[in-house]
């Protein structure tokens, strides 16, 4: 699953998530997100964010049977 099929997936339960005012405010970019697939089927998505030198990261899981995030 890629960032953009999340993005899609969380429209109507995140939906400022990836907001372009809300990544440009972290500094952030759909490109600088990285997904990876968990054994219990849920995906982490992680991004540096902060502009110029990150200052941190951000870190969510997604649920597809839902589309929703959490943070653990």
Same mark, same amino acid.
């Given at each position: 699953?890629? *960032?953009?099929?999340?993005?899609? +997936? =969380?429209r109507?339960? /995140? ?11 972290f500094? #952030?970019?759909?490109k /600088?997100?990285? =997904?990876?697939? #968990? /054994?219990?089927? +849920?995906? *982490? ?13 951000? =870190? +969510?899981?997604f649920?597809? #049977?839902?589309?929703t995030? /959490?943070?653990?």
């Amino acid at each position: 699953m890629t *960032i953009y099929e999340i993005k899609e +997936r =969380v429209r109507e339960t /995140s939906p400022h998530f990836f907001d372009r005012k809300t990544l440009k405010f972290f500094g #952030q970019t759909m490109k /600088s997100f990285k =997904v990876y697939e #968990q /054994s219990d089927g +849920r995906f *982490i998505i992680c991004a540096p964010f902060g502009q110029g030198k990150p200052k941190g990261e951000t =870190v +969510r899981y997604f649920d597809p #049977q839902t589309n929703t995030f /959490s943070c653990n």
